[in-house]
């Protein structure tokens, strides 16, 4: 059963780019990747979901290496209103014994 | 557009009382189901998931319960509530194959 580890906290600056990475060395051959962020009192928002490589859209890229033990979730150009709660869920097993293994989330703040 | 609710948003209830919150989607058919429950500062434990009417898979042992009365319904039950099952309730939907999750808003339950 796949384990994800996240960086508890992260801080950086308006304008940065700000990488999170994931640990999740046992993770099966058909579990995806996804990521979320959680603003206070509010349910998580999916960002980006990816399997192998890279994956871009409007908001975040994701990298995984080739041997997906770990994956890096990249913000560009973070501003104050990135400030959340960034989640890594590693999820498969298909629906009849689905598993998902939900990270304890990295604070991220984000200065003027 | 698929939207999802919740109800009550917040909840404070005594000691050894009932709970009953429920969770409706709309605009989407045959979806997959998550009760979660996130305690404060923490991140997401799922609870139970369904994949369909009457289909609940239980992932924590507890003195929760789930059903499913209705394709797009999900009711998350106690008979008697503990301290320790405070915390902030969020219901889930995904459909299909995919892993992309949507969350409710959530429902604050204080047990006193």
């Known amino acids: 059963l796949a384990k994800t580890t996240q960086p508890i906290s992260m801080d950086s600056y308006e304008g940065q780019e700000v990488n999170i990475t994931c640990s999740h060395n046992?993770?099966?051959?058909?579990?995806?990747i996804t990521w979320y962020q959680q603003f206070p009192s509010q349910g998580p928002r999916f960002i980006i979901q990816?399997?192998?490589?890279?994956v871009t859209n409007e908001v975040a890229s994701l990298f995984i290496p080739a041997d997906r033990k770990s994956s890096t979730l990249s913000l560009p150009r973070v501003s104050l209103s990135d400030t959340a709660v960034y989640y890594c869920?590693?999820?498969?097993?298909?629906?009849?014994?689905?598993?998902?293994?939900w990270g304890a989330g990295t604070k991220l703040i984000i200065k003027p | 557009s698929q939207t999802i609710h919740q109800w009550p948003a917040t909840l404070v209830q005594p000691v050894g009382s009932p709970l009953s919150l429920e969770c409706t989607v709309e605009?989407?058919?045959?979806?997959?189901l998550y009760w979660y429950r996130q305690a404060a500062g923490r991140g997401l434990q799922l609870l139970f998931y369904?994949?369909?009417?009457?289909?609940i898979s239980s992932e924590v042992p507890q003195n929760l319960s789930a059903s499913r009365p209705q394709d797009r319904q999900f009711i998350l039950s106690s008979k008697k509530l503990l301290l320790s099952d405070s915390g902030f309730y969020l219901c889930?939907?995904?459909f299909g194959s995919g892993y992309e999750q949507y969350f409710g808003p959530g429902t604050r339950l204080t047990v006193t």
């Open positions: 869920l590693v999820a498969g097993g298909g629906d009849s014994n689905y598993q998902l293994i």
């Open positions: 605009g989407t058919s045959n979806p997959n």
């Open positions: 369904s994949v369909g009417i009457g289909q």
């Open positions: 046992n993770i099966a051959t058909n579990d995806y």
């Open positions: 889930a939907w995904k």
């Open positions: 990816g399997y192998k490589t890279k």
